[in-house]
């Protein structure tokens, strides 16, 4: 620190080596995470989770109480009989 004040660079050159020096380190930081993030990522880590199934979601809908068991028993049996559906929405 003497050296850089006893050759000219003062107070406010001083305060910019130092705010550069910062920004310097947190930008290399900041690079080596993001790299590795990216290279940690696996596939099935950058897949959408999986959706419920048509049985899973009519259990959701009995157990919020939004149909009653009669229901719930007759779409399931319905779901169960029709081969699944091979359509990707």
Excluded: C, N
Aim: glycine share 8%.
């Amino acid at each position: 620190m003497m050296f850089w004040y006893d050759h000219g660079v003062g107070g406010w050159g001083w305060f910019a080596m130092s705010a550069s020096m910062i920004l310097f380190w947190a930008l290399i930081i900041t690079a080596a995470i993001l790299l590795f993030r990216s290279l940690g990522r696996t596939s099935e880590h950058t897949h959408s989770p999986a959706r419920p199934s048509p049985e899973q979601l009519l259990a959701e809908r009995f157990a919020r109480g939004e149909i009653d068991e009669d229901e719930y028993q007759r779409r399931l049996t319905a779901l169960r009989a029709s081969p699944p559906s091979t359509k990707q929405g």
